[in-house]
């Protein structure tokens, strides 16, 4: 049961009895901070309903007893009186929760209560006073706000229990500020109070002072600053700082700075509320002006849009409104300024009719002819001044190399100075184009230009030309060649192109072609030998204009498409070189006869060497000393049978010598072919080189005899020589071989002699 004595003793507490459990009965216990004592101090006994029928032992654990804050309470374990043994602050602690032991003694030992949780809380005392959250509080507001716009909200704290009269906190303004703001006591909000009292240009900020209160405002207070700064609002309108502004510019200026205005804002400087904006609202009717603001924002700029006429006007009155760039706060009344404009007369250059002139003749107009006339007008019309006209090539400089116009200098008529070329190198999509300028007689000369492009017709000046110089071909199935045809005239001068070869070589060859091709095909019509061709083509275009062109055919050791050119023809002439010289080394010393022969071999040596373009390579000889023999160096002067001291190397590089006096150096090479093909008739390659010989024009008519390595009888052939020297040997005069040496005499006698010799 509850010691009713011990309700006295707690004073204010309020104690209420509560059946927790069934054996314990436990009251609600609540305790006052701040409490001056003494200590300890009776709180409460607590009591088993055991307690009737033994001894118990009281025990209490928890926050405040065996934990921290240790000892802040404690119970006798024989009575259950609880004591608390220090003032409590309920801001540090609101509340405690203790657990209660109880268990027997003595003979009731095992005996154990159920233990039971008991509350104490402690009683909140007004001993803290609010404090504001910030000091200073800021805040703003324009100068044009409206009544009770809220500014700012003030707040304070209070530790005391907010559920008691201890921590509701309550707002005042403590200092004066006529009226101007006014503040919620229960949410701290400040606004404005009247409007049309705040002016930032008289006041930009104002101090408030406000004490926060509990206890509805009566109890425990402190005290704070609030600042409000009064922004600007645009409530005061620009003003031009005179009513009339005058300016001048020079005519066809455009971009030209007319005049500039000023004016003055009592609004804040360099925001929006005080930077101008300028409007022409009379007088820019054709958009010739335009004005804008200055960087410092308090001056505008008139400037022209566009060149101005000083023929036309000479003299313009603009009206000017300046307002802000955000509107005005309040109606207010806008300033107006007048600017009077006067326009300066300047010497313009010459104006063409057209800036460009376009005209068309044929490309071989006669030249002293006129073509055109091309003149400009002076806009001037307040001076008088002659115009005078003249050709600009200099700033042309691939025209001014043709210099094919000239121009009267006070008609402005053009005239062909040249004869003109529409293929010419720098002519552009076939046309020609010239600068022309006029300028005035002025002090001070003005200039104007004009563009002239001359387009030029084609007229059929040019034949078709052959564009390759030297091809290749395969020796065994060769293919044709394409060559490719060009013409620099137009398309109607142009293709079709016909293509033909000289009578001469059209034994030997064809020419394939397609009329709308500019490509034709050569195809050999036989069998050709290793070596160079020459031909020459005729080449026509559609309107029968031609050119001949001559191109080098070279024959190559190789077959079909595979064109690749080596030095077997040049070894193989190199061989027969050295066998030719070992056969005139071995006959030397036999009978006239064979002298004869070796005569006749040595000259077809040369004209073979003269073919094949090469020399020989001595090199290869293996010279031993019984080749020497009776050998004469033709090539010295002197000599005769007597002189056996002779290198046959000596004898074989003068064939060389020989060569170069033969024929020119720059003819191509021709190969005659010396053997059969196995089962081949010998008719076939004697007409074969009877062809060759026919297209070789550059050795005629150093080409008096052939040799071909075949010994037989009753050839039906004619003579092979194009001097036809076997026939009528009577006319010719052999005694001029008596001065050639002994060897020369026996052939002089041969055939300086009559019929029965």
């Not at 924002?297 to 006007?313: A, H, V």
Request: proline share 5%.
């Amino acid at each position: 049961m509850f010691d009713e004595r011990n309700s006295s003793a707690l004073g204010q507490n309020h104690i209420c009895m509560i059946r927790r459990k069934r054996d314990w009965l436990i009251p609600h216990v609540s305790v006052p901070e701040n409490d001056k004592g003494p200590f300890p101090k009776e709180v409460v006994k607590m009591k088993s309903t055991a307690a009737g029928s033994m001894r118990l032992i009281y025990n209490i654990t928890g926050a405040g007893a065996d934990q921290p804050p240790k000892g802040l309470f404690t119970v006798d374990k024989y009575t259950g009186m609880l004591k608390v043994t220090k003032s409590l602050d309920r801001e540090e602690t609101e509340e405690y929760i203790l657990t209660i032991h109880a268990s027997g003694i003595g003979w009731n030992d095992s005996f154990k209560e159920t233990p039971v949780k008991l509350t104490i809380k402690v009683i909140d005392q007004n001993d803290n006073k609010p404090l504001c959250t910030q000091d200073p509080f800021m805040g703003e507001i324009p100068e044009r706000a409206k009544e009770n716009e809220p500014i700012i909200q003030v707040t304070a704290k209070d530790i005391d229990d907010p559920e008691t009269a201890n921590g509701i906190v309550h707002y005042k303004l403590v200092r004066p500020n006529g009226g101007v703001f006014h503040i919620d006591p229960v949410s701290g909000v400040i606004s404005l109070a009247t409007v049309g009292i705040l002016d930032r240009e008289n006041q930009t900020v104002y101090e408030l002072a406000v004490e926060a209160a509990d206890m509805y405002g009566h109890g425990l207070s402190s005290t704070c600053m609030v600042i409000i700064k009064i922004t600007d609002s645009n409530d005061h309108a620009p003003r031009f700082s005179q009513r009339k502004y005058a300016g001048t510019v020079q005519e066809n200026k455009a971009g030209a700075i007319v005049a500039r205005l000023d004016v003055t804002d009592r609004d804040e400087p360099f925001t929006a509320n005080s930077v101008a904006k300028f409007i022409i609202i009379q007088g820019n009717e054709k958009g010739l002006f335009n004005i804008s603001t200055a960087p410092s924002g308090m001056e505008g700029i008139i400037m022209t849009s566009k060149g101005l006429d000083f023929e036309q006007t000479n003299s313009f009155v603009l009206l000017v409104v300046v307002k802000n760039e955000v509107p005005f706060a309040i109606p207010l009344v806008t300033s107006t300024a007048t600017v009077s404009i006067t326009v300066q007369d300047v010497n313009e250059p010459p104006v063409f009719e057209t800036a460009e002139k376009q005209i068309v003749i044929p490309e071989d107009h006669k030249v002293g002819s006129t073509i055109s006339k091309y003149t400009a007008n002076d806009p001037d019309t307040a001076r008088e001044q002659k115009i005078r006209f003249y050709m600009g090539t200099h700033t042309y400089k691939l025209e001014q190399r043709a210099n094919w116009l000239e121009i009267t200098e006070d008609t402005g008529i053009i005239k062909v100075r040249s004869s003109m070329d529409r293929e010419a190198s720098f002519i552009i999509n076939e046309q020609y184009t010239v600068l022309v300028l006029a300028y005035d007689n002025d002090d001070d000369p003005a200039t104007g230009t004009g563009t002239l492009v001359i387009k030029l017709q084609d007229v059929n000046d040019n034949a078709p030309v052959l564009e390759e110089r030297r091809v290749t071909m395969c020796l065994t199935e060769p293919k044709p060649v394409r060559l490719t045809i060009t013409d620099l005239d137009g398309p109607g001068n142009g293709p079709p192109f016909i293509v033909e070869l000289n009578t001469e070589y059209q034994r030997n060859w064809t020419i394939i072609s397609n009329s709308s091709s500019s490509v034709v095909l050569l195809k050999p019509l036989r069998p050709l030998a290793l070596g160079e061709y020459s031909l020459v083509l005729r080449m026509y275009d559609s309107k029968s204009l031609f050119q001949d062109s001559s191109i080098i055919v070279e024959v190559c050791n190789c077959k079909g498409d595979d064109v690749t050119c080596s030095n077997g023809i040049a070894a193989l002439a190199d061989d027969v070189t050295y066998c030719m010289c070992v056969f005139l080394c071995l006959t030397t010393n036999n009978s006239g006869y064979l002298f004869f022969f070796s005569i006749v071999l040595f000259l077809l040596l040369f004209l073979l060497k003269r073919r094949c373009g090469r020399k020989v390579q001595w090199g290869q000889f293996k010279h031993k000393e019984e080749d020497r023999d009776n050998i004469i160096c033709y090539n010295e002067e002197g000599g005769g049978e007597q002189d056996q001291d002779f290198d046959m190397v000596l004898l074989c590089s003068g064939l060389d010598v020989f060569s170069t006096d033969i024929a020119p150096m720059d003819s191509p090479t021709f190969f005659y072919r010396q053997h059969p093909d196995e089962n081949e008739d010998i008719m076939s390659v004697l007409y074969e080189n009877l062809c060759t010989a026919d297209d070789d024009h550059f050795v005629a008519p150093y080409d008096s005899m052939l040799v071909f390595t075949h010994e037989g009888e009753g050839s039906i052939s004619g003579s092979l020589s194009s001097l036809q020297s076997s026939i009528g040997d009577g006319d010719q005069d052999f005694q001029h071989l008596q001065n050639w040496g002994p060897q020369f005499r026996t052939l002089a006698d041969m055939f300086a002699g009559g019929e029965g010799e």
